[in-house]
Every structure is written in C-alpha cells, then in structure tokens.
C-alpha cells in the first residue's frame, strides 16, 4: 500500500491568491508522486512480463545505453 500524500492549500484572500496556492498545491503533489514512484509501478503492472523476457529487455537496454556512452 502506498504512502499517504497529504498537501496543505493555503488560504489566501482574493482569488487570484487562491489560484496561485491551488497551483502550487498541484506542482508539490504532481512531484512527491512521480517520486513515489507509482506510475512507473503502474506501467509494469499494465501486463505481466516473464522473468526471462524481463532479463532480455534490461540486457538490451543496457547494450543500447553503452552504445551511446562511447559515441
């Protein structure tokens, strides 16, 4: 079970303080989510993998990353 996130909003006078408090409430949730980690947890769970074809994509992966580290 994931963690909680809890944002505190402030409250601000007008409505433009308002807007502005709501949008940074967003941007600090949008960035302890991503985190979190969740959606990339999200992604894999979308369809089951085999262990061996897990294995073969992270070795070809990895060969593709080597690749551009020496050009």
Do not use: H
């Amino acid at each position: 079970m994931p963690a909680r996130l809890e944002i505190k909003v402030a409250k601000g006078s007008s409505s433009e303080e308002q807007q502005k408090n709501l949008e940074k409430a967003l941007k600090v949730f949008k960035n302890k989510f991503f985190k979190t980690g969740m959606t990339r947890e999200l992604m894999e769970r979308k369809e089951y993998l085999k262990p061996s074809v897990r294995k073969r994509l992270e070795r070809e992966k990895a060969i593709r990353k080597n690749k551009f580290n020496f050009l």
